[in-house]
């Protein structure tokens, strides 16, 4: 299967703490894989390794087959797109003119946008369904508009691999399915899609296979049924649960019964 993006061995290190201990992962095209675990286990930090905001100590991480390390910024920047966690506010910039920003990889110095960006522009927001406030400044809007603002800006990158760090953080139950379902409808158009998230909810209900984190390793990657056992469960997340089929939709969901014995409320 095609796997833009390959961590082979990674090894990160902060404040002289080690983050990552060997991390080894592959993102498919036509995918959502979420990364899961509890706080601290290095799921931020894998990341930023891959989109060349943290240098690893350690390991290799290909993209499209080439090495990252070896590939110039804009370069990497065509391939490859991140959206933060806490995506900046573009103060003073309509939701067009901040998307539009995203096209920075594809233009010479001082080259000015042209007949083909303002395409790609008018394309992404139409798919994020920001069309209608494109001139709109992004400080009027709400969380989950911003969020859909700085997932659009990313694709105008038109990347092969699409990287998000808790990009259902801070928004209220509606937006988080908004945002969900746009990365599922983004994979569905062949983009790997590589998403932190908190809440193994979301991830068991809308991601294609899961890789869950624990003190900097990978632990378990799969599909969600196969990965969350109720072992894992206990042993990673202190709780008890498991997955199976929703009686109403059939999409995998995750039942919690509550927390495993002797873990307490950190």
């Known amino acids: 299967m095609n796997a833009p993006l390959r961590i082979h061995r990674v090894r990160a290190g902060l404040g002289g703490r080690q983050v990552l201990a060997g991390v080894d992962l592959e993102a498919r095209g036509g995918e959502v894989l979420a990364l899961v675990g509890p706080n601290g286990s290095g799921k931020t930090t894998a990341l930023r390794c891959c989109y060349r905001a943290l240098s690893p100590s350690a390991g290799t991480i290909t993209l499209t087959g080439s090495d990252i390390a070896s590939l ?76 859909r603002v700085s997932i659009a800006r990313a694709l105008a990158q038109e990347p092969a691999v699409l990287l998000l760090d808790e990009p259902t953080n801070h928004l209220d139950l509606r937006h988080q399915i908004t945002v969900m379902e746009l990365l599922v409808s983004l994979a569905a158009d062949g983009i790997a899609v590589v998403v932190t998230l908190h809440d193994l909810r979301l991830a068991v209900e809308y991601c294609d296979r899961i890789a869950v984190m624990s003190e900097g390793a990978i632990v378990g990657t799969g599909a969600p049924a196969e990965v969350l056992t109720g072992s894992l469960l206990s042993g990673v997340f202190g709780i008890m649960g498991e997955v199976g089929p929703d009686p109403r939709t059939g999409r995998p969901a995750l039942a919690v019964h509550g927390l495993a014995t002797g873990t307490v409320d950190a």
């Open 72 to 147: 110039p910024r804009r370069a990497v920047a065509r391939r490859l797109a991140a959206s933060t966690q806490e995506p900046p506010a573009s103060a003073g910039l309509t939701v067009r003119e901040s998307v539009q920003l995203g096209r920075a990889a594809h233009l010479g110095w001082l080259q000015s946008p042209g007949e083909v960006d303002r395409r790609v522009v008018d394309r992404v927001l139409a798919q994020v369904g920001l069309a209608g406030l494109a001139g709109r400044d992004v400080r009027e809007l709400s969380g989950g508009e911003r969020q």
